[in-house]
């Protein structure tokens, strides 16, 4: 007997779920969570790390058991018989579970196999999901040699063989570049709208909770807030204002200044700007000695405001996130901390860098962008001197990567994007490793030591083994390491991927106040705001370099294609895009 | 009614022919389970089979004739015939200690100055000294050292002269290798560690890759059953065994004639008991480690050390002391060692096939239910 599906395929009461850590102490995951998806819905389950997200997706697939409360997951009580959900549902786990070494086809045909999907079925099914991924030119290639929104898109098509009456994703953008993000959305909503599916999706984007019909707002195990998007974006009311930026002074540092004002509940850089929330609306009053050029112009708030709002409520003040050098370095404007000149890397007869040019000054935070598989990774590991280059000249703290990698590599830090510290060793025993291989010793050492864990606030967890670190702390400690040496050039690879705003805005807190003390900061990252922070970024695709300017110029991108204020988000697509589809589809487009 | 049973019973078989398929392509696309599965046998069939040989033969040996009569140089000739020995006469005992010590022989035989009158007596007693850090050819050494001193009393008691004394000949032929071929017996035990290799090592890592890779994650909320996902694992890993089987067997007959006494059916038969219960120590192992670390480290010691040293494969189980004996019961290699050396080196014995063949069978079905017990599809 096949219960119908009710109105609410997900029905959460007062669910509780509670872990031991290995260490003994016992982790509320959820903690008296209730929540209900309406039949053909979207729903978005948005919260930090460690909220409790993964946990909730995991109980309503019937792969964990509550501690306590009521589970009914399409009419089924999910604890009394967890396979007929699993039956009907679809779930896509974070790092979905596409087997690497079988084909596009192959993934696709076991799922069809294990789903019982008939022959006849599967020739109406395969064109609708190739048409959907757009990934019927791959069917021969191997799952493994997928860029990383192509897998999350394989993914996708795998839950879909067949219609489940619920869909359940767990952050299914998280390394995803932005293009691919854009896709990956587009088949979702049309899923929903279309088809009537159900979906319930955990994310930390918060512009992807603006899309959905219902948002949970989940902070350490409990709901903050529940509503429509516009419930949530409501809380910040009245709040939100724009500041402009005194000449002459970068918007992060008057973002950064702001963040950490009292009264003040968030400060991003904007388009040039600074967008502020303000703990009580109206209270333009604590934003007047910041030197800000004009009063402030009030805006209409945003998804991300309001969560913010929510956030402050129960998570308090931004945590302090300056830092102070012992030594800061010398701000000369004119000199050249990088300098890449025609930069080749190739593998076999791949291409992954084609003659890529640019220049970075001292004391500049700036942006590498593009999407999977552009080549940010592969020109950061050359700079670093972990790869050599095929061809061209790479220039790194007046030191020539070719012939003395040593001591270039005494003059960087790198934060690689995985977390690359040993998790057996205690907090302490990482960052004495790292002194230790930086050549430090003695007095000196100490003193380093002691002044990572001051500036990154890591004494609490000094004994606790790297591995268990809670989210945030585990991405200080690997930068606390890679700033041991005092570098001059940091390099940051996808530092915030899979971060929520709050690390986002302490992480940038710190990358801006290094860059103030005399430190050239290259980052990568997928979350395009984030190139607000940057002085100048360039854009990579299929290893090549297709613009490069300040963050207004990049943005003038997508002016000059229509749009009103566009989004560096928007920027990146169309720079993206106008350089793939070519000359003829541009000619193409203009005609029309 | 029925159709819908048939419907059920043909979804469950599709299923599992689905997760078969896959496990296939991956076996045939992992180059590590080629490694382990193939190549890795055929290394250990080369590198056991030449370069591991327990023949003792040519022992550089140290003869001190210390008496000059025709007795003594007769003893002294039987270590000169044998095949077993490279003798080097020495003058002196001073010189052939020299000699053990710096490794040049291996052995000392010292035939004493009163050795005439003492045979004629009827005790008369010769040396042996054997350089003791290699234990095992020591052992063999000495033993054959006997021989050679027996080959002689033989010859002097064919021509009606009975010596009586010390060196006794002692009846040393070994059965079932008359041969005395190491190989006879080292590849039969061969099987048992290429049969471990691929049943839990590889069981137990490719299971553990699942739960590492999260693959098994997105598997469990699909229609499949924890018992199919067993089963899907089971089958490729249990053809890819009878593989190797019959690489080491035909391996065995060809490269090296290892002569196969017993039948080949009864041979495949209790290989695919054994290899159940490999392929129910591997699942076991991986689905309560999930690391492919630790189910690697666990499976080495749980199965492939004991395999090698306590199954009487290498060394023979008779001589290890009582507690130790007690020990290799609990090891199923154990008994398909036995089982496997009856069946090449001596036939189909039924007195030691059944009750062997009996406790590998109930170690696979008590394994294999614990294996399907430990398995469910819950994440943490």
């Known amino acids: 007997m096949i219960a119908p599906t009710p109105t609410s395929p997900v029905s959460v009461r007062d669910i509780y779920k509670a872990f031991r850590r290995k260490t003994g102490e016992t982790v509320k995951a959820l903690d008296g969570v209730s929540f209900e998806a309406k039949a053909a819905t979207l729903t978005a389950l948005v919260g930090p790390d460690g909220a409790g997200k993964t946990t909730l997706l995991r109980l309503i697939s019937g792969l964990m058991a509550s501690d306590a409360g009521e589970l009914e997951v399409v009419g089924v009580k999910v604890a009394a018989d967890p396979q007929a959900v699993q039956d009907r549902i679809g779930y896509m786990p974070q790092k979905f579970g596409l087997y690497e070494d079988l084909s596009v086809q192959e993934n696709l045909d076991l799922y069809t196999d294990l789903h019982g999907i008939s022959a006849e079925d599967r020739k109406a099914i395969y064109p609708r999901l190739m048409e959907m991924t757009q990934l019927g030119r791959f069917r021969e290639r191997l799952a493994g040699k997928l860029s990383g929104g192509m897998k999350q898109k394989l993914g996708l098509a795998c839950t879909l063989v067949r219609s489940p009456e619920l869909l359940l994703l767990d952050e299914p953008t ?5 293009l691919s993000r854009r896709e990956l959305w587009e088949i979702v909503l049309k899923l929903v709208r279309e088809e009537g599916l159900t979906v319930v999706v955990s994310t930390a984007y918060l512009d992807e909770a603006e899309r959905c019909d219902h948002a949970v707002v989940m902070h350490a195990g409990k709901v903050l807030a529940q509503g429509s998007p516009e419930d949530v974006t409501a809380e910040a ?22 963040f950490q004002q009292h009264g003040v509940i968030d400060a991003v850089p904007e388009a040039g700007q600074v967008r502020v929330v303000l703990a009580s609306a109206g209270d333009t009053a604590s934003l007047a000695p910041n030197g800000a050029k004009d009063a402030p112009r009030p805006v209409p708030p945003r998804f991300e405001d309001g969560f913010m709002v929510l956030f402050h409520a129960v998570a308090g003040q931004a945590h302090r996130n300056a830092m102070t050098l012992d030594r800061p370095q010398s701000v000369d404007p004119n000199a050249i901390a990088v300098e890449v000149h025609d930069l080749v890397r190739t593998f076999g007869d791949f291409t992954a860098v084609d003659h890529v040019s640019f220049k970075v000054r001292k004391g500049e935070i700036y942006g590498l962008l593009g999407p999977n598989g552009a080549g940010k990774s592969t020109t950061f590991r050359m700079l670093c001197g972990l790869l050599p280059a095929s061809n061209g000249t790479l220039r790194v703290a007046g030191a020539d990567l070719r012939t003395s990698r040593a001591e270039a590599r005494q003059k960087l830090g790198y934060v690689a994007q995985q977390f690359s510290l040993y998790g057996q060793l205690s907090v302490d025993e990482n960052l004495d490793f790292f002194a230790s291989a930086y050549g ?19 004494d609490q967890f000094s004994r606790l083994p790297s591995g268990q670190l809670p989210g945030g702390f585990k991405q200080r400690l690997a930068m606390a390491a890679a700033l041991l040496h005092e570098p001059e050039i940091l390099f940051l690879d996808e530092a915030t991927s899979g971060a929520d705003p709050m690390a986002r805005r302490e992480f940038w807190g710190r990358i801006t106040s290094l860059s103030e003390q005399g430190v050239t900061v290259i980052v990568t990252t997928h979350f395009m705001e984030e190139a607000e922070y940057c002085d100048r970024i360039v854009i990579l695709d299929a290893g090549r370099n297709l613009a490069e300017g300040t963050p207004a110029e990049i943005r003038s991108h997508a002016a000059a294609t229509g749009g009103e204020e566009p989004t560096m988000e928007d920027a990146f697509i169309a720079i993206v895009e106008k350089s793939r589809n070519g000359p003829a589809a541009q000619t193409a487009g203009n005609a029309a | 009614m029925i159709a819908a049973i048939h419907f059920r019973a043909s979804g469950r078989l599709r299923r599992i022919a689905a997760l078969i398929r896959k496990e296939t392509y991956q076996v045939f696309r992992d180059p590590s389970s080629i490694a382990v599965g193939i190549v890795m046998p055929m290394m250990l069939l080369v590198l056991f089979s030449y370069g591991l040989s327990f023949d003792v033969k040519s022992v550089p040996v140290a003869i001190v004739l210390e008496d000059s009569s025709a007795d003594a140089r007769g003893a002294a000739s039987g270590f000169e015939l044998s095949e077993y020995f490279a003798a080097v006469p020495v003058k002196t005992m001073a010189e052939a200690q020299r000699l053990l010590l710096g490794k040049t022989v291996d052995a000392i035989v010292r035939i004493p100055p009163d050795f005439a009158r003492r045979v004629e007596l009827g005790d008369a007693e010769i040396q042996i000294l054997v350089h003791g850090t290699d234990a ?35 009846e040393s032929r070994m059965w079932f290798n008359d041969a005395n071929e190491s190989s006879y017996f080292l590849v039969p035990g061969l099987i048992v560690l290429v049969m471990t290799l691929i049943g839990a090592l590889l069981t137990a890592l490719v299971v553990a890759r699942e739960w590492e890779r999260g693959t098994f994650e997105a598997l469990f909320v699909t229609p499949v059953r924890p018992g199919e996902i067993l089963l899907g694992k089971t089958v490729p890993y249990f053809v890819l065994g009878l593989v190797g089987l019959a690489l080491s067997v035909a391996g065995a007959k060809l490269l090296f004639q290892v002569p196969l006494r017993g039948s080949l059916t009864i041979l495949t038969i209790v290989s695919m008991l054994y290899l159940v219960v490999a392929l129910g120590i591997g699942l076991l192992i991986s689905s309560l480690t999930k690391s492919q670390f630790i189910a690697s480290q666990l499976t080495m010691v749980v199965t492939f050390l004991p395999a090698m040293m306590l199954s009487g494969f290498m060394f023979d189980i008779r001589s290890m002391p009582l507690v130790i004996q007690g020990i290799t019961h609990i090891f199923p290699a154990r008994y398909f060692v036995s089982l496997l050396q009856t069946l090449f080196l001596a036939g189909d014995v039924w007195a030691v096939i059944l009750p062997n063949a009996a406790v590998l069978a109930g170690m696979g079905a008590l394994l294999m239910s614990l294996a399907v017990r430990a398995t469910r599809k819950k994440i943490g």
Do not use: C, H
């Not at chain 1, 998280?174 to 932005?178: A, L, M, Q, S, T």
């Not at chain 1, 430090?440 to 890591?458: I, P, Y």
């Not at chain 2, 054959?144 to 004394?165: C, D, L, P, S």
């Open chain 1, 174 to 178: 998280v390394g995803v570049d932005p």
């Open chain 1, 237 to 258: 009311k009245g709040r939100t204002f724009i500041l402009a930026v005194p000449d002459g002074m970068p918007a992060r540092s008057l973002q950064a200044r702001l």
């Open chain 1, 440 to 458: 430090l010793r003695g007095r000196r050492k100490a003193d380093r030591v002691a002044w990572a864990k001051r500036q990154f606030e890591l």
């Open chain 2, 136 to 170: 095992n050819t020591a052992r063999i050494s000495l033993a054959y050292a006997q021989g050679a001193i027996g080959v002689w009393m033989a010859r002097e008691a064919a021509q009606g002269r009975i010596i009586a004394g010390a060196p006794i000949g002692i």
